[in-house]
């Protein structure tokens, strides 16, 4: 079944900062099974330490980060300790208005080193920064159509 968050991890829409109301129940297989590094964090994430306590925790900084914002964007410009590929960052919402600035930025930069770097803040009630983020559920799914070719005409006719 073709979920909305496939549109991202299949490459139909760029890279970035999106909004899921739902995630699919299969996402922990889904994210490596489509070739991602899943970065994933759970639970309240409203408040800065909460935050970056658990990005920590899900990204597996090492000891040298420090546990503030401009830790937190160079940690993840970085990520030297993790294995190349695209990476999905998906976080419960709410979560901090500069941590989705900080991510768009970081997604940014990696789109600049050609690595592709997803984040989706996913829950209910999406608000304050997060609001005004596109929303993968919102996006048209396209599917490929088979197409016929005409039938062959018997030769000599």
């Known amino acids: 079944m073709i979920e909305p968050i496939d549109t991202l991890l299949t490459g139909r829409v760029a890279a ?9 129940d299969d996402l922990d297989a889904r994210i490596p099974g489509l070739g991602w590094i899943p970065i994933v964090a759970e639970g309240d994430l409203a408040s800065k330490v909460a935050f970056l306590d658990a990005l920590r925790g899900a990204a597996g900084f090492p000891d040298w980060v420090g546990n503030n914002w401009d830790a937190f964007e160079d940690a993840m410009t970085d990520l030297s300790w993790l294995p190349l590929g695209p990476l999905l960052v998906v976080v419960p919402a709410p979560v901090p208005s500069l941590a989705i600035d900080i991510l768009g930025d970081v997604s ?20 304050g920064r997060a609001a005004s ?13 088979e197409v016929q070719s005409p039938p062959k005409r018997p030769s000599g006719q």
Do not use: C, K, M, T
Not at 16 to 24: E, K
Not at 133 to 140: A, N, S, T, Y
């Open 16 to 24: 970035g900062v999106w909004a899921l109301p739902h995630l699919p």
């Open 108 to 127: 940014s930069f990696w789109e600049r080193r050609h690595r592709r770097f997803g984040v989706v803040v996913h829950g209910d009630v999406v608000e």
């Open 133 to 145: 983020l596109p929303r993968l559920d919102q996006l048209p799914i396209l599917v490929r159509r």
